[in-house]
């Protein structure tokens, strides 16, 4: 999975930046048509342009991530999502699934408080990591993460004999 994860990081980094020079030619020649176009209307997505446009590049990576785990905590709160989230969003040893529970464990908090803190934590240091590695190879670091995470957590299990289902990485 981790290798998998990083070879893909590492296409969509390529692909990012040959979009981003792309980009910046097609802007340079369509720098004219800007005058004649519409202007967008909407105080409210101007707001929300201009909150989005001060976040750092690695407060947008992890905005999506919060985003995800939010989703994923509001799901375990809906009681007829209880069975699929305790077959795909916990993980266990014993269970009949195994694999996909190793990622999407690593979205699973069932506490606010725990959720909050952590995400707390991954907002504070998103910009200098991502700075560091790149939005494409902090996110194949997390999800590996969570995986590698969850496989030393089965290996505990099964060592120990406890087999009950656990949430997180």
């Known amino acids: 999975f981790t290798g998998s994860a990083f ?24 720098d004219w048509m800007d005058k004649m176009r519409p202007q967008k209307r909407g105080d409210f997505r101007k707001q929300v342009n201009s909150w989005w446009n001060s976040l750092t590049e690695g407060q947008r990576t992890v905005t999506g991530i919060i985003a995800a785990n939010v989703f994923v905590f509001c799901l375990w709160r809906v009681p007829g999502m ?9 993980s266990n040893p014993s269970s009949r699934v195994l694999c996909s529970p190793m990622l999407l464990s690593t979205f699973s908090h069932f506490s606010l408080f725990h959720m909050a803190a952590n995400m707390y934590v991954l907002w504070s240091f998103s910009s200098s990591i991502v700075s560091l590695l790149g939005c494409e190879q902090f996110i194949a670091v997390y999800l590996s993460a969570g995986v590698i995470s969850t496989f030393v957590s089965y290996v505990a299990k ?8 656990s949430l997180g990485a």
Not at 13 to 29: D, I, M
Not at 82 to 90: E, L, S, V
């Open 82 to 90: 209880r069975r699929i989230m305790f077959t795909y969003f916990t």
């Open 158 to 165: 099964m060592a120990t004999g406890r087999f009950e289902p």
């Open 7 to 30: 070879g893909s990081a590492a296409i969509w980094q390529y692909e990012s930046l040959k979009s981003r020079v792309q980009t910046y030619f097609e802007e340079a020649r369509a």
